[in-house]
């Protein structure tokens, strides 16, 4: 088993655009997340965005030797432009998302229409979850709403590293010093107390699990120590 950590932009406000790509024992590789859609790597972005055609998704993974049908599943954590854009690059991946992002996804909510070209194609497979789900032997799904409805975290047990916590936007920065009860909130949440609950979720898995590292969804200071592919954590 083994964790590639993916670079897919440095927004000019530092914040990291984070994807992950995991390689089973039995040689499966699961992507979690796509970052932006290509244009935005390859077109004109602001003065302070740091993002280059290299943190492509696509291109990311060509740097570890994979190309895109190489993906067998693809985990939608949820529908954001900054973690959707290019969903649809991989034809043969399998899509992992839970039923409720799904559900209102289709039903139209505003902030996923952007994207919807990416994730809602005539020939996309999905595999629908129902919260917490053990998904691959060392991967496990979990619910964390909050941030948007259906909202996902992945847990992953590595056999050196130990359990590894990707919390994805449940928790997008450390919050040092504030409980989970009363960690602030942004207005990208569509439910703060929903937030806050995914969050004392989160904390409660880690310590009952003794996860060695938690890896946040867009924490500049948390993001640069942390090993980046072509490395790998296993």
């Not at 859609?37 to 990311?60: C, F, I, L, M």
């Not at 039923?99 to 005539?122: K, N």
């Not at 130990?162 to 909130?185: C, H, N, Q, W, Y």
Request: proline share 7%; aromatic share 8%.
């Amino acid at each position: 088993m083994r964790l590639y950590v993916l670079q897919l932009g440095i927004q000019a406000s530092g914040s990291p655009v984070p994807g992950y790509l995991i390689q089973t024992d039995d040689g499966k590789n699961v992507l979690v997340d796509t970052g932006y859609e290509e244009s935005y790597y390859t077109g004109e972005k602001g003065p302070d965005d740091r993002s280059t055609e290299a943190d492509w998704v696509v291109n990311r993974l060509a740097e570890i030797g994979l190309a895109p049908e190489d993906v067998d599943y693809l985990v939608c954590t949820h529908f954001d432009v900054d973690h959707a854009g290019s969903h649809d690059r991989f034809p043969n991946a399998e899509f992992v998302v839970q039923r409720r992002l799904l559900d209102v996804a289709r039903d139209g909510l505003p902030r996923f229409q952007g994207t919807r070209e990416h994730w809602d194609r005539p020939e996309t497979r999905y595999r629908v979850v129902d919260g917490d789900t053990d998904f691959l032997p060392g991967i496990e799904l979990v619910e964390t709403s909050g941030h948007v409805p259906g909202h996902q975290s992945v847990l992953v047990r590595l056999p050196e590293t130990g359990p590894v916590l990707l919390a994805i936007d449940a928790m997008p920065m450390s919050f040092e010093g504030f409980t989970p009860e009363t960690r602030p909130t942004g207005r990208y949440d569509a439910d703060a107390d929903g937030a806050r609950k995914s969050t004392r979720k989160l904390v409660d898995l880690a310590e009952r699990e003794g996860v060695t590292l938690t890896i946040y969804g867009h924490d500049p200071e948390k993001w640069k120590p942390l090993k980046k592919s072509p490395e790998h954590y296993e």
